[in-house]
């Protein structure tokens, strides 16, 4: 079974750093994307960086130049280095996984979601 775990949320003043990490288990000879999305109370869901299971990378407009997704240190972690904070980034931050192929245990997954709160 897919298994997605966040970590490193939290607090930041504006203009400070944090790092997202996004852990995933359970693929067995699944290549797959990496994405994340945020979402603040009765807002839509919304997409803020990708990386596909090549390395290539996209971000939204409000993030990009600011964030930067990657690969980690770790097997199938991927980080989003967020910098440059703003309170309009405050939300809850989600890592979602789009396999390459279907079928056994090549699953989407949606991470459970974590904080992220910048103050001015």
């Known amino acids: 079974q897919v298994h997605l775990t966040e970590s490193g949320g939290g607090s930041a003043q504006a203009g400070e750093s944090l790092t997202l990490s996004c852990s995933a288990s359970?693929?067995?000879?699944?290549?797959?994307?990496m994405s994340w999305y945020r979402q603040v109370p009765g807002s839509e869901r919304e997409f803020v960086a990708i990386i596909d299971n090549e390395g290539s990378r996209a971000y939204a407009d409000s993030v990009k130049g600011r964030f930067s997704i990657s690969r980690g240190a770790a097997k199938n972690t991927r980080t989003l280095r967020m910098d440059s904070l703003k309170p309009e980034d405050t939300a809850t931050y989600y890592c979602?996984?789009?396999?390459?192929?279907?079928?056994?245990?090549?699953?989407?997954?949606w991470g459970q979601g974590i904080q992220v709160t910048v103050s001015s």
């Open positions: 979602k996984t789009d396999p390459t192929k279907s079928g056994g245990a090549c699953q989407p997954a």
């Open positions: 359970g693929y067995t000879n699944c290549g797959y994307d």
